[in-house]
């Protein structure tokens, strides 16, 4: 699987647009960029996901680089409920694949009031 | 709709004895994959089943099985515990093998 880079932690205040940053120079041309993250003492959560353009839904925003070799997760006006674990995650989805999610260690964000 | 989920919520084993987890997924999901939580190796997979296959196995001894019923429901089962499988065990269901994945509360697993 294509490894993903991530800071341990980040910190931002209540309010304020969040950007998290993912590297994966290894990604090949069938990788998908996944995010997902996880509140404490809950199961992941599936945040966003994209293969090049970047894409927008009501959690988030991908911000995919024209090289594909690093991403960024926006929050525009983080709250302290999105005080969690991200995950960047490459899922190949390729036909016939193997297409579990490998997750890595994560980000760790803490939003202050 | 319902989540999905996964009983027990919490249980405490002997080494040495055998558990079995179980695992509702969202209805008209046929994918469900199970990982293990521990703080010392973070989020692994364990298996994936989809219509009653496994799919993909991770890199866990023999000692961790699981199975998928044809409503989609699956259990797994570690034979033999140790006190290292202590562990949260997260189910996540899909649509489909490629979709995204909705992940239950977890069990969480104590051996003594």
């Known amino acids: 699987d294509a490894k993903t880079t991530q800071p341990n932690s980040m910190e931002s205040n209540e309010e304020e647009p969040v950007h998290l940053p993912c590297n994966h120079s290894?990604?090949?041309?069938?990788?998908?960029i996944h995010w997902y993250r996880q509140l404490p003492s809950q199961g992941p959560e599936y945040v966003i996901h994209?293969?090049?353009s970047n894409v927008n839904n009501r959690m988030a925003s991908l911000a995919i680089a024209e090289d594909r070799k690093s991403s960024t997760l926006i929050l525009h006006r983080a709250t302290l409920r999105d005080a969690a674990v991200y995950y960047c995650?490459?899922?190949?989805?390729?036909?016939?694949?193997?297409?579990?999610?490998?997750f890595g260690k994560g980000t760790l964000l803490t939003v202050n009031p | 709709k319902a989540g999905v989920t996964q009983t027990p919520r919490y249980l405490i084993k002997t080494r040495g004895q055998q558990v079995t987890l179980s695992c509702s997924p969202i209805?008209?999901?046929?994918?469900v994959s199970w990982y293990q939580q521990t703080p010392g190796q973070g989020l692994q997979f364990l298996f994936e089943?989809?219509?009653?296959?496994?799919?993909n196995k991770g890199n866990f001894p023999g000692r961790f099985s699981g199975r998928q019923f044809s409503n989609s429901r699956s259990e797994m089962n570690v034979s033999t515990l140790e006190l290292g499988d202590s562990a949260l065990y997260l189910c996540?269901?899909?649509?489909?093998?490629?979709?995204?994945?909705?992940f239950g509360q977890g069990t969480r697993l104590t051996v003594v």
């Open positions: 996540a269901s899909s649509r489909f093998w490629n979709t995204e994945a909705f």
């Open positions: 290894t990604i090949s041309g069938t990788d998908y």
């Open positions: 994209g293969l090049t």
């Open positions: 995650i490459l899922r190949d989805e390729s036909g016939g694949s193997n297409y579990k999610l490998t």
């Open positions: 209805s008209g999901h046929r994918s």
């Open positions: 089943y989809f219509s009653e296959t496994q799919r």
